[in-house]
């Protein structure tokens, strides 16, 4: 067994330790606002995804938008920005308004096998066992996991009428916690798991791919975890079963990242903009309620980025993500051919 050493980063928080870091908040001032309606109105002809950020102008706004993109890889991982409730707003108007944001952070990258790059989170009603149904479009709980991108962005516009509410924990302090509770069970997550990829990406040479759960490549830390795709890989006739040893690994991790003082709850309301760094925090929703009124239920629109200042991963997730050096455009579903 490799001996465990700590890690020790701004990203390793525990709980509500994160609320009272430095980079986690950001209020957009009357002056960001104005800034951000100006560029919004400089876009009219143009549709979402249509534009770069060079058509969307914010200089007074960027440095702010630099430094987010900065603490997102080197500070605690997470930013959440308030104050994009601007007036009278219409969906395409804020699909913009997030797209021109997103520009200036990262390279969105594709959500879809039809190569959308602007997803829509919002309960579809889905039937039981429809294999088009994915987690962001129902209403139940989801677990704790991380999506196919290094940081993940949601703007909300609508928010439920009960539940929903974000949680977020920090996958630098769970290895930590592991490594000292159950070093046994941190080797095993180092080790690479089988994937079966969800039935809407359908673009890739191969139905699976196989990575770890956490990674330590060229003194950079990693994690990227969706059990949900590793149980369908578990269960398919094709790909091997899970060892005892990984099924426990796994419950473990779920086990410690479940823990109520280990990771923070929070809600977003309407014109909140959370972003999350993927490799070094994992995240979940809350089941919710929505109101009977189509028109108020809850909706939030998901942005997956590259970003230009990311870190190096190891080879094996060259499967799931295409290139792996730091700074490379990375992540996101192929296109079907």
Known sequence: MTSFKSLDHPAVWCGTE??????????LTEADRAEIQTALSGVPEKLPEQFAKEDFAIPG?????????????????????????LPNLTTEASQKLFWGLMCHIGTPVSQSADGARIFSVRDEGFKMGDTQARGPNTSKKLSFHTDRCDVISFLTLKQAKSGGENQLVSSMYLFNEIGTRRPDLLEALQQPFYYLRHDVDQGNEKPWCRQPIFSL?????????????????????????LSDEQTEA??????????????????????DLLLVNNWALLHRRNKFVD???LDERRHLLRIWLSMPNSRPLHPDFAGNYGATAAGAIRGGMKAKS
């Open 18 to 27: 994160l609320f009272s870091r430095p980079d986690w908040e950001v209020h």
């Open 61 to 85: 706004l960027s440095s702010k938008l630099e430094q987010i993109q900065s603490n997102l890889e080197h500070g605690s991982g997470a930013c959440f920005i308030r104050g994009l409730d």
């Open 217 to 241: 490549y060229d003194n950079h830390f990693a994690c990227n975890f969706l059990r949900v795709l590793i149980e369908r890989a578990a269960n398919s006739d094709d790909l091997p079963s």
């Open 250 to 271: 796994l419950d473990f991790l779920e086990e410690v990242a479940a823990e109520p003082d280990n990771h923070v709850t929070f809600r977003q309301e309407p014109g």
């Open 291 to 293: 109101f009977d009124d």
